[in-house]
């Protein structure tokens, strides 16, 4: 049987090998399961954009009249 990783520097314990297996493994999963599509993002609220598209940089500023 091959190894799939070896260490080549340092001297971990028993412990520090599972660790860094169940990191591979878990990294393993992920990409075998990963589909190609990106991830689906939340809808963008509409409701405060201007129909034109355009948004002034005073767009969020209050405007106060004098009474």
Sequence with gaps: MNAAFRVVRGNPDPDELAALV???TVLHTRAATADDA???????ATWDRAGNG???PLAWVVQRTAP
């Design 54 to 56: 355009y948004s002034s």
């Design 38 to 44: 990106p991830a689906p993002t939340a809808p963008r």
């Design 22 to 24: 169940a990191v591979l």
